[in-house]
């Protein structure tokens, strides 16, 4: 597994991108993020169009281990593009119509930790070649509002998680990739 970390608009998936072609003719690609505005549609779109179309796409957040378990074909490399979008479908999933001010970040944190876990296990088992694709969010000011500064320690958590887990960790800055581990 190799985790791909920056800034938005770092270049990260570009990168993970390449490197999944350099790995393999066929990719399996899994899109974490959904429509949830005009604007996200727009990016959804662009997004689908701008893949190669020999490879495969599958839609969707959630028991992402067990997609990718199962969904996989022999000698496919595998990109999962974003864990940072993960987490945020996922928290709001987890959280229902609760408001942010009475949510209960650390039961919250439990169920987003749980699906990582299965993934970490499936990433460990694959013999096929794993990008993930996450943001890096810590290096800002501390977020003014209680659910972006939970988010964002959920999220830095989680990507540590990865790292540790990682036999190649990417960070990516202004298009430019430094190898950290």
Excluded at 44 to 49: F, K, P, T
Excluded at 51 to 69: C, F, K, N, Q
Aim: glycine share 6%; hydrophobic share 45%; aromatic share 6%.
């Amino acid at each position: 597994m190799i985790l791909i970390t920056g800034g938005a608009r770092s270049g990260k998936s570009l990168l993970a991108e390449k490197l999944a072609a350099q790995a393999s003719k066929q990719v399996f690609y899994i899109a974490t993020s959904v429509v949830t505005d005009s604007e996200m549609a727009e990016r959804i779109r662009l997004h689908r169009e701008n893949r190669p179309s020999h490879w495969r796409t599958w839609e969707g957040y959630h028991d992402l281990g067990a997609v990718i378990m199962t969904q996989t074909q022999p000698g496919e490399a595998v990109i999962l593009e974003c864990i940072t979008t993960l987490i945020t479908n996922l928290l709001f999933d987890l959280a229902g119509e609760t408001p942010p001010e009475q949510m209960d970040f650390a039961v919250l944190e439990m169920g987003i930790q749980q699906q990582i876990s299965d993934l970490l296990a499936t990433c460990a088992c694959m013999t096929s070649p794993i990008y993930l694709v996450t943001n890096e969010l810590g290096m800002g000011i501390v977020p003014e509002n209680r659910l972006a500064r939970h988010f964002r320690d959920i999220a830095g958590r989680v990507n540590q998680r990865l790292a540790a887990a990682a036999s190649e960790v990417f960070l990516m800055v202004s298009g430019i990739e430094v190898k950290i581990k």
